[in-house]
């Protein structure tokens, strides 16, 4: 397959890495100094105890890579409003785009039960993701796995290897298979599901205690689920979320404790959050916490200590220029 891996950071670099190492055609649109660190001495990966170095194709205009078979996109949800308008040149009369990101993506009730249609104005305030069209093209990628950049131009796998794909529709179509069985036989851990929504609500449930609290104190997850106040403070997070959830036919997939456990499992590991944070991007809050807020405004589920969070963790980053916030409703603070 030709694929191109659009953002080739922490997660796309691993995908590419390995796609081209098993023999695929593999283009990464990339900027700055990983886009020169890939074309000087290609995209590096140590995982498993081993260097990967794959010569790939990288550019920052995608222009220059030409239609493909398959796109991934692996970027923060900050950056899509941004990046889906310049796939065009990427796009053959079929070719599909699986977005890999945390959090609620814009597509997510399309097709899904009673709130089939509903665009949450916190992750899609100004409707520039709904304007980009190409429904029909999407695929739903929930990752699980921890990746980190330590230079530009290599990749650092930390632990997991997991990518769960799907339809919005809740199909497994043909497409879905072609893709996973080229991320398997490149060693990446994939596999196709009827429920994407699901799964992105079980990863978010993951995320949304974590991502924050990483980000307000500057621990790693060990830390936070070892440090009983905080554990507190985490599962009444995971509670209040699954019972907005219910509301919209989504299930939490196992309990806070042992959600928090799994998480805490990460010794040493920053979450991409804190870590975006530490480097001076924008974050991730909307996707992962004001989504929920929102959700709960919606199905009339209080969510007070997701509020709290939310608010600490929007004002830190706000001030650090790395978020809008006015402290105002769900729907009214999207990210800078």
């Not at 814009?106 to 104005?121: E, K, Q, T, V």
């Not at 799907?166 to 072609?178: A, H, L, Q, W, Y």
């Amino acid at each position: 397959m030709k694929l191109c891996i659009v953002g080739a950071g922490a997660v796309g670099g691993f995908i590419a890495a390995l796609l081209a190492e098993s023999g695929q055609d593999v283009s990464v649109v990339v900027r700055g100094a990983h886009l020169a660190a890939i074309r000087d001495g290609g995209l590096r990966l140590d995982y498993e105890g081993r260097r990967v170095t794959a010569r790939v194709a990288a550019s920052d205009d995608p222009a220059d890579l030409g239609a493909q078979d398959a796109v991934i996109v692996a970027v923060k949800a900050p950056s899509l409003p941004g990046i889906l308008p310049i796939l065009g040149p990427l796009l053959g009369s079929e070719t599909p785009i699986a977005i890999a990101m945390n959090g609620v993506p814009w597509w997510m009730f399309d097709g899904f039960g009673a709130h089939d249609g509903l665009c949450l104005r916190s992750v899609d305030g100004d409707s520039t993701l709904a304007r980009f069209g190409n429904r029909g093209r999407l695929i739903g990628c929930v990752i699980h796995i921890a990746c980190d950049v330590p230079e530009p131009g290599l990749i650092r796998h930390n632990s997991q290897n997991r990518f769960i794909l799907g339809e919005p529709n809740g199909t497994v179509s043909p497409r879905v298979g072609r893709l996973v069985e080229a991320m398997q036989v490149a060693g990446i851990g994939a596999e196709a599901t009827g429920e994407i929504q699901q799964e992105v609500w079980i990863k978010l449930l993951g995320n949304l205690p974590f991502a924050p609290i990483s980000m307000i104190t500057g621990a790693t997850n060990d830390v936070l689920a070892g440090t009983p106040d905080i554990r507190r403070t985490m599962l009444a997070m995971f509670d209040e979320a699954v019972t907005v959830g219910e509301q919209f036919g989504l299930r939490p997939g196992m309990t806070a404790e042992a959600r928090i456990d799994l998480g805490g499992s990460l010794v040493d590991f920053k979450t991409s959050t804190l870590q975006d944070y530490e480097k001076g991007r924008p974050v991730e809050l909307d996707a992962i916490v004001n989504a929920v807020r929102e959700m709960g405004d919606i199905a009339g589920v209080d969510t007070p200590t997701v509020d709290i969070v939310y608010a600490l963790a929007a004002q830190k980053a706000a001030l650090a220029g790395l978020y809008r916030y006015d402290g105002g409703p769900a729907e009214e603070n999207e990210a800078a």
